[in-house]
């Protein structure tokens, strides 16, 4: 795939097209395709993975997956059979031959739009975490307003971390019992998950739900320019 943003809609899309159906991923099968993207999962062996789980469920007859974490087996099946494969050949390289930094699918304008739009949200609220987030956004538009082109995938790694840093300071506000109440409301959506993941795969997981989670308690959105795919 040509762009970096692609991987996430295009494990998206040829989901649906398995599914056949209007159902576009959940959250939390966002931060699924997050944790492939982020263990070099290559996007052709996460699709090759999904079409071997649709063809297991057709052969045995049973119900249509509803969610991308059914086809999380065969994914990292196929990720075995690529790495053995690719074995005496530089990973990394093929990794970054397939999902390139480009800047292709948003112009500037688009972006900096996107990016003024986090910034008057992060004002629109009191306290110093948020201001200190809507500095770093800040500066981040002043960047991409000085370039000719930017890197957006280097840009969408600074938004991150933005919603990270924010996400943190203010789980750290939050009352005990509320933080209590959030976590066991994330374990128990996340409960099939934790048989079929490790344990560091599913600690990210469940650590990078719980931030989504604290950012839409303050309506805030998720820090990542796939929001202007509308996807997120």
Same mark, same amino acid.
């Not at 690719?86 to 970054?96: I, T």
């Not at 374990?187 to 490790?198: G, P, Q």
């Not at 469940?206 to 202007?228: C, G, Q």
């Given at each position: 795939?040509?762009?970096?943003?692609?991987?996430?809609?295009?494990?998206?899309?040829?989901?649906? =097209?398995?599914?056949?159906?209007?159902?576009?991923?959940?959250?939390?099968?966002?931060?699924?395709?997050?944790?492939?993207? &982020?263990?070099?999962?290559?996007?052709?062996?996460?699709?090759?993975?999904?079409?071997?789980?649709?063809?297991?469920?057709?052969? =045995?007859? @049973?119900?249509?997956? =509803?969610?991308?974490?059914?086809?999380?087996? #065969?994914?990292?099946? #196929?990720?075995?059979?690529?790495?053995? +494969?690719?074995?005496? $050949?530089?990973?990394?390289? +093929?990794?970054?031959?397939?999902?390139? &930094?480009?800047?292709?699918?948003?112009?500037?304008?688009?972006?900096?739009?996107?990016?003024?739009?986090?910034?008057?949200?992060?004002? *629109?609220?009191?306290?110093?975490?948020?201001?200190?987030? *809507?500095?770093?956004?800040? #500066?981040?538009?002043?960047?991409?307003?000085?370039?000719? @082109? &930017?890197?957006?995938?280097?840009?969408?790694?600074?938004? $991150?971390?933005?919603?990270?840093?924010? *996400?943190?300071?203010?789980?750290?506000?939050?009352? $005990?019992?509320?933080? %209590?109440?959030?976590? #066991?409301?994330?374990?128990?959506?996340?409960?099939?998950?934790? %048989?079929?993941?490790? @344990?560091?795969?599913?600690?990210?997981?469940?650590?990078?739900?719980?931030?989504?989670?604290?950012? *839409?308690?303050?309506?805030?959105?998720?820090?990542?320019?796939? +929001?202007? +795919?509308?996807?997120?």
């Amino acid at each position: 795939m040509k762009n970096y943003f692609n991987y996430f809609t295009e494990v998206e899309e040829h989901f649906v =097209r398995k599914r056949g159906k209007n159902l576009w991923v959940s959250p939390l099968d966002w931060c699924l395709i997050e944790l492939w993207r &982020g263990n070099g999962i290559p996007l052709h062996v996460v699709l090759r993975g999904i079409d071997r789980s649709f063809e297991s469920v057709q052969k =045995r007859q @049973k119900k249509t997956p =509803r969610t991308l974490f059914y086809c999380h087996p #065969a994914i990292v099946e #196929a990720f075995e059979e690529y790495n053995q +494969a690719m074995l005496g $050949a530089s990973n990394e390289k +093929a990794w970054r031959q397939e999902v390139p &930094g480009s800047s292709g699918d948003f112009s500037k304008e688009a972006v900096l739009d996107y990016l003024r739009q986090l910034e008057n949200g992060l004002k *629109a609220h009191q306290g110093e975490v948020f201001g200190r987030a *809507a500095e770093r956004v800040l #500066a981040l538009k002043s960047e991409v307003s000085s370039r000719p @082109k &930017g890197d957006y995938q280097e840009l969408d790694r600074d938004l $991150a971390d933005i919603g990270v840093m924010l *996400a943190e300071s203010l789980q750290q506000e939050m009352g $005990a019992e509320e933080v %209590k109440e959030l976590q #066991a409301e994330v374990k128990k959506e996340m409960k099939i998950y934790r %048989k079929r993941l490790s @344990k560091e795969m599913y600690k990210r997981l469940e650590t990078n739900y719980v931030d989504r989670k604290i950012l *839409a308690l303050h309506d805030l959105p998720e820090f990542s320019l796939l +929001a202007l +795919a509308g996807r997120l």
